[in-house]
């Protein structure tokens, strides 16, 4: 998955101007030309250093193997790309190949624009995928991204404060339960110190992604129509935060108005002993964590189950393309399993491919929490939320200020409910 807002503004904003100058290109090949190697687009959003030079090395590789099909690289941005994929898919003038991510390429998928790529990839590099990965790019019964980094939500913790409150960290595949997560949290909490930080301050994804543990879903469709339900399904994970902030005060208060990376000091400085927040989290924990300091990845915490919410970085390609098939052969070469892991580990997510991630946990040897993130790529499904195309708007009007009153404890646990199926009935008219 993509970054989070914070890490997406911090993409170079050089790169608008080049996706300026490189997206809104014509497709292939120049339609008079009948002689040259085949030309494709291919638009990224890597912006990582490390991951944008396993990109720019990948594209480098290709060509000289295949002189015959060259790939020209366009950097793109996080920032801008949705307006201005809007405005080159419109015009008719758009890369060949397209890096974005499942929850936001449904809009151009149902409108035609992207190419139906299950008939062009190999069963086998079909078949290294999940189902409930595949599943998050399939619209209207067809399948228009290739999903190949996910971003699933983990525990980092201080080590040390573990050790010494008799708290034993878990294996790669054995997370805790809520209720032990809860009871650690407690014995990890004495003045001064919080056993846990939940970064809240923009709430709904990560309430939306956790609720699958206890199979919320939110959204239900019945008949063609989408309504919001809150029923104790969906109450679990809210109710459960909301219980460590004012009944247990196990978790800091302080941290309600914070980002994942606004804990980050307080957690070095000893004042929490646990994290919960994205994967990607570790990359900050290996550059900023001070000399000496124990760190460890827990993985995700168990409900019913563990599923979360599955929001991959895609590629997809056009259906403009007069080059389908050529780009989809790049696409294979650029994501099998060695290269998949390459770039995975430039973005520290997970690679969704399954020999990419046992690439990567055998390069790494499972060090920096490689271990529970491969592990946890085999919960991570598609979640009603991200089939609907009123969830941004629900969103961002009536569950993150409903959720946050909730968590401010201003009101009540039914309130919110009431406020979240208000909320529903404004959006999914």
Not at 159 to 184: H, I, R, S
Request: a negative charge; aromatic letters at 10%.
């Amino acid at each position: 998955m993509p970054r989070t807002g914070v890490r997406r503004r911090l993409a170079a904003a050089a790169a608008v101007a080049l996706v300026g100058l490189g997206l809104l290109s014509a497709c292939g090949d120049d339609p008079e030309s009948t002689s040259g190697p085949v030309k494709l687009r291919f638009l990224s959003l890597a912006w990582q250093k490390e991951s944008l030079q396993a990109n720019k090395d990948l594209v480098a590789q290709w060509n000289r193997d295949h002189p015959d099909i060259q790939v020209e690289y366009v950097q793109g941005d996080w920032n801008s790309v949705h307006d201005q994929l809007l405005t080159a898919f419109e015009g008719g003038d758009v890369a060949d190949i397209v890096h974005y991510e499942a929850a936001s390429i449904g809009e151009f998928s149902k409108r035609g624009y992207l190419a139906d790529v299950s008939s062009l990839l190999s069963d086998g590099f079909k078949g290294q995928i999940d189902k409930g990965i595949w599943d998050t790019v399939t619209f209207d019964g067809k399948v228009t991204g290739v999903p190949f980094l996910l971003e699933s939500q983990v525990v980092i913790a201080n080590k040390a404060l573990l050790d010494a409150a008799g708290v034993t960290v878990p294996p790669a595949d054995g997370g805790w339960t809520w209720d032990e997560f809860q009871a650690n949290a407690q014995k990890l909490t004495k003045p001064g110190q919080f056993g846990v930080a939940w970064a809240l301050k923009s709430p709904t994804n990560r309430v939306m992604n956790l609720a699958l543990n206890f199979d919320g879903k939110f959204f239900y469709t019945d008949g063609g129509k989408t309504e919001v339900k809150v029923g104790d399904a969906e109450k679990e994970v809210p109710k459960r935060i909301h219980d460590m902030l004012y009944t247990a005060k196990s978790a800091a208060p302080e941290a309600l108005g914070m980002s994942g990376a606004d804990t980050l000091p307080g957690f070095f400085g000893g004042k929490y002993a646990m994290l919960p927040g994205s994967v990607s989290l570790r990359q900050q924990m290996v550059e900023q964590a001070p000399a000496g300091f124990q760190w460890v990845t827990l993985p995700p915490i168990k409900g019913l189950s563990t599923k979360q919410a599955a929001n991959p970085q895609t590629l997809s390609i056009s259906a403009d393309s007069k080059h389908q098939k050529e780009a989809a052969q790049f696409l294979e070469f650029f994501l099998n399993p060695a290269n998949m892991a390459a770039l995975a580990k430039g973005d520290w997510l997970v690679p969704t491919g399954k020999q990419a991630n046992q690439e990567l946990v055998k390069t790494t040897g499972g060090k920096q929490g490689w271990d529970v993130a491969a592990d946890s790529a085999s919960d991570l499904t598609v979640a009603p939320f991200q089939m609907v195309d009123g969830y941004p708007e629900w969103k961002t009007k009536y569950a993150t200020p409903a959720l946050q009153q909730y968590f401010a404890n201003k009101i009540t646990l039914d309130q919110l409910g009431t406020q979240l199926v208000d909320g529903g009935k404004q959006v999914l008219r």
